[in-house]
């Protein structure tokens, strides 16, 4: 689908932009780690600037029809200055990862303009091991984790030597500014256009009576599931407190073949996997806070995709969510894995996935006063304890500028009240977790860090001894931890450089980079 000037923005996006306050930024991004030295930033903005055709929306600013006439529209922004959204700066020595993770949490903590195109790039020259990154910042009604990893391959190429650039591109002229009346016309406009649409499904069903029954009957269950959901809340936790404006950022390195390992041995999905791994991990930490998790069952805004090939590499979003367990309850990692398996099975059965993308429809038609009450709702501290989503990744590495990514880290963002949220993102043959916190509220997120490799050390350990459970078997009655739920791994205050010149880390005051120790190897080969 083209980024058109004047598109008015879905429900879904629009959404991210109700959600949004003092403490609450709805922006998502990564921290991007690459060998080599870094570009010139004159060459880094040519490169940047040659590639933004493919992605017209980063031209373009938000705009909101007079008198509430419709949902904000995307046009295109006259004042433009790529400067501005692509910046430089440099870690102060040693550069440490810890530095360059402190920088990214700040980053984070600051909100995007919404005077000007919703995104920050940020160029971080200094990393330890000959080595910068990149700081990606995008307004998330801009953009979804999924459409983000098609994107960018705008900036990044398949091979060392850059693609080159397109000869007949021509210089960007923007559209002028709508006038009131024609953004009222516009609005109007996209709401007819919803409308239309409605119409010509409704013309649709009445020519195929049978198909169209089952997709009803499947939407109808959809919704009714989620309702049933929003009538049985996540319980009350810790994370779900008032949060700030200040974020933490923690990143843990793990290899992809560990997960698949343990799916193949004990079963499910490596999602799955992912799910009960996290889960682990929070128990850990509850139980490192004194919190009681007999009979206690977390919940997880699971985001799940529903962007066709046919919209793949557009802007926006298209997800719908499941709340996904976590059963923080269930000490037994191999029951824990089987019932976060049964779990999921059951939810992609249940059609709460369709539901979601029913309501996300008929919201479409909504006026903006009803869709921000709904937002606001569907963000609601009685639906889900922290943000899971776990972003697909190529499996093969990419290069910017001719330097190889090394590592690529997700961030997610916080919806108010909710002080943790975990990112999972799988990158040739990696999985980095980046969890962001808020500042006050998880001053102990490193126990969430560690919890997490210890987790998977603990289904890596089971699977080679566990046959892959039966349909039959049950997962077991609830009960508490035990006390090597709060054991901790032991890490050297030392930071020590590797064979390769890649450090190993230890412990920062704030922020730390994890290499994950879920397996005997690293990523590179060498022993932990």
Do not use: C
Not at 315 to 321: D, E, W, Y
Request: aromatic content about 6%; overall charge neutral.
């Amino acid at each position: 689908m083209p980024q058109r000037h004047l598109d008015r923005l879905s429900s879904t996006d629009a959404s991210f932009l109700h959600q949004e306050g003092p403490t609450s930024h709805m922006h998502i991004g990564g921290v991007l780690v690459f060998e080599g030295p870094p570009p010139d930033i004159t060459q880094y903005l040519d490169h940047v600037r040659s590639r933004l055709h493919l992605v017209p929306r980063y031209r373009q600013k938000l705009t909101t029809p007079p008198l509430e006439t419709g949902r904000p529209l995307w046009v295109d922004d006259p004042d433009f200055n790529l400067e501005y959204h692509v910046r430089q700066t440099a870690l102060p020595g040693p550069g440490t990862e810890e530095q360059l993770f402190l920088l990214a949490a700040r980053i984070a903590s600051q909100p995007l303009d919404r005077a000007k195109p919703l995104w920050e790039n940020w160029l971080v020259e200094g990393l330890e091991g000959d080595r910068f990154a990149l700081i990606s910042k995008t307004h998330h009604a801009l953009v979804d984790g999924v459409s983000g990893v098609d994107l960018a391959t705008v900036l990044l190429d398949l091979e060392p030597s850059a693609a080159p650039r397109p000869d007949d591109l021509e210089p960007w002229r923007p559209r002028p500014e709508p006038s009131s009346v024609e953004l009222v016309a516009a609005g109007v406009r996209g709401l007819a256009g919803a409308a239309v649409g409605l119409l010509e499904r409704t013309v649709s069903a009445a020519a195929q009576p049978a198909r169209s029954l089952g997709v009803l009957r499947d939407a109808a269950e959809g919704v009714g599931e989620i309702v049933w959901a929003g009538l049985n809340p996540a319980p009350e936790t810790p994370l779900n407190v008032e949060i700030g404006p200040h974020r933490r950022y923690v990143v843990v390195r793990h290899r992809l073949d560990d997960y698949k390992a343990v799916k193949n041995a004990l079963g499910g999905t490596v999602n799955d996997v992912l799910l009960t791994v996290v889960s682990g991990a929070l128990a850990r930490w509850l139980h490192s806070r004194g919190v009681r998790t007999e009979g206690l069952e977390m919940r997880a805004l699971v985001p799940v995709s529903v962007r066709t090939e046919a919209q793949r590499g557009t802007l926006g979003n298209q997800l719908a969510a499941m709340r996904g367990p976590l059963p923080v309850y269930i000490h037994d990692p191999v029951a824990r894995l089987e019932f976060v398996r049964r779990a999921m099975d059951g939810l992609k059965e249940s059609k709460q996935a369709v539901g979601a993308a029913t309501l996300a429809a008929v919201n479409n038609l909504a006026p903006p006063t009803v869709l921000a009450q709904a937002s606001r709702l569907q963000f609601s501290t009685r639906l889900f304890n922290l943000l899971v989503t776990n972003i697909p990744g190529p499996q093969f590495p990419l290069y910017l500028l001719g330097r190889r990514l090394e590592d690529l880290f997700p961030l997610a963002f916080l919806p108010k009240n909710h002080a943790l949220a975990v990112a999972i993102m799988s990158y040739n043959g990696a999985i980095d977790y980046g969890l962001l916190a808020d500042y006050d509220a998880l001053p102990d997120i490193d126990v969430i860090a560690d919890g997490i490799d210890a987790s998977l050390r603990e289904l890596l350990e089971a699977a080679p001894r566990s046959a892959r459970p039966t349909a039959a078997s049950e997962p077991p009655a609830r009960s508490g931890p035990t006390s090597n739920d709060s054991a901790r791994n032991g890490d050297s205050d030392r930071i020590l450089p590797t064979a390769g010149g890649r450090p190993k880390r230890g412990p920062a005051a704030d922020m730390r980079a994890k290499r994950g120790r879920g397996s005997q190897t690293s990523r590179k080969g060498q022993s932990d």
